[in-house]
């Protein structure tokens, strides 16, 4: 699939979604202005500019809006702290003036000429439904993570939201929740994100401290790259850590989007190492730091269970097995256990069971358990199986076992309480026929 705009293919530069290329590209654009400013040999001045303009020109191309705002934020950042500074002679803020002020306008000539402007202008006045439903997703990513402050699992947040959280025909499908920091929140739980998020502030905080005492170049540089990539990450996602661990099928991406997003890890990782180096470890900034995570935490818990609907997700690990306990409502019964084959997905599964079993907490596997061979050990007062998986019934004696989309060979066992059937059909003939001499319900859905 292609990210368009109006028609036009956005350019992703060997990355799959193009926001991942527009952060990649904020975070090499202050170096390019670091080496303009600080060298006076023109060949390297030159091809500095040179390299600065083709950045700019390939962030317009991305049609990221994120990209846009993060791009503008960086001219802000890098010229106010620098033109108050006292520490930098007349002609180097001049000098830096010029050079920021120059990508700027480069930038928006570009942005004007491919209509990257009207899709970010847009974006603002008359806000779509990409932008929009960011919120729902974050409100809903909010929840999943006061529900479970131990993590939902790497690559399952934009699955749990897509399926029991979206609001009714929202039509809202994501693999994550288009905010890397709350995916990262929501599936790896408070105490990876705490110590990643404490250092963060840290690097931040220490940063900030030496600009301070001693303002630099370089410092600052690193600085504005450093949020560069918090800001995208805010806003959209530019990392996910579940295709980084993916080494198998490479994220379901091609090599080189993998080995561009690995790229950008890297390079945000050693962006740390410069503004907390010397640093100590309990000093007033990572004190500070400290602090700052635990108040930001405890916000974000209470969000989460203040904004939080009157459906809920609970996420619980069952011998290496995930499994979703779905409660419709508050006062939720029974418990009903769901197993679900290939050709059941989640998002169609759910979709199933909220129709034909409201008010009832749902208790339903993340993969599908068709190659299982056994009921997984959970309690449970009804069992509901999918098509093959309805061979798995042979192995309980309950009186509340019901089938959905059960193969037509499926040998109807006592036990067999109400079976469910898309519609009528030739091929349903028998196991109707045989479901009538049981006296088995049928219903068709």
């Not at 500019?49 to 020109?57: N, P, Q």
């Not at 990508?103 to 008359?126: H, K």
């Not at 818990?301 to 939080?308: L, P, Q, T, Y």
């Not at 009528?424 to 319900?441: G, H, Y």
Request: hydrophobic share 50%; proline share 4%; with cysteine.
């Amino acid at each position: 699939m292609e990210f368009t705009y109006e028609g036009i293919v956005r350019y992703g530069f060997g990355f799959y979604n193009p926001n991942h290329a527009a952060a990649l590209i904020n975070l090499l654009i202050p170096f390019s202005w670091l080496i303009i400013i600080r060298f006076r040999n023109p060949v390297i001045k030159g091809l500095a500019s040179i390299s600065g303009i083709m950045l700019l020109l390939a962030l317009a191309l991305t049609f990221s809006r994120t990209g846009f705002v993060v791009f503008f934020i960086e001219v802000w950042l890098f010229l106010f702290p620098l033109l108050i500074a006292s520490t930098f002679t007349r002609e180097q803020k001049v000098h830096a003036t010029v050079t920021c002020l120059s990508a700027a306008v480069v930038f928006l000539m570009t942005a004007f000429a491919c209509g990257t402007f009207a899709r970010a202008s847009a974006g603002i006045i008359y806000p779509d439904a990409a932008v929009t439903n960011r919120f729902l997703i974050w409100k809903g990513g909010l929840q999943l993570f006061a529900d479970n402050p131990l993590g939902v699992g790497l690559g399952y947040s934009g699955l749990l939201y897509t399926c029991f959280l979206a609001p009714e025909d929202s039509g809202i499908h994501c693999r994550t929740l288009v905010n890397s920091w709350l995916t990262f929140l929501a599936e790896t739980g408070i105490i990876y994100s705490f110590m990643f998020c404490l250092l963060l502030f840290s690097a931040f905080f220490c940063g900030v401290r030496k600009w301070v005492k001693m303002p630099c170049l370089n410092t600052l540089t690193c600085l504005i790259a450093f949020l560069s990539v918090i800001l995208s990450g805010m806003m959209s996602t530019c990392l996910n850590v579940n295709d980084l661990c993916d080494f198998q099928d490479f994220g379901q991406w091609t090599v080189v989007n993998f080995a561009l997003s690995w790229l950008y890890c890297c390079l945000f990782l050693v962006m740390i190492i410069p503004l907390i180096r010397g640093a100590r470890i309990f000093s007033r900034e990572t004190t500070f730091a400290f602090t700052v995570t635990v108040a930001l935490f405890i916000v974000l818990w209470i969000s989460g269970k203040a904004n939080a609907s009157h459906e809920s997700v609970k996420v619980v690990n069952n011998r290496g097995d995930a499994f979703a306990y779905y409660y419709q409502s508050r006062n939720d019964t029974p418990l009903i256990l769901t197993l679900p084959d290939d050709n059941w997905n989640l998002e169609e599964s759910i979709h199933f069971l909220k129709q034909s079993y409201p008010e009832s907490v749902i208790c339903i596997p993340l993969e599908s358990w068709q190659f299982k061979t056994a009921l997984p050990m959970l309690p449970h007062e009804k069992l509901i199986l999918f098509g093959y998986c309805g061979f798995l019934a042979r192995q309980t004696e309950e009186k509340t076992v019901d089938l959905v989309s059960p193969p037509e060979t499926l040998p109807l066992t006592n036990n067999i309480h109400r079976i469910y059937l898309r519609r009528f059909t030739e091929d349903a003939s028998e196991i109707i026929e045989n479901a009538k001499e049981r006296k088995i319900s049928i219903m068709f859905y």
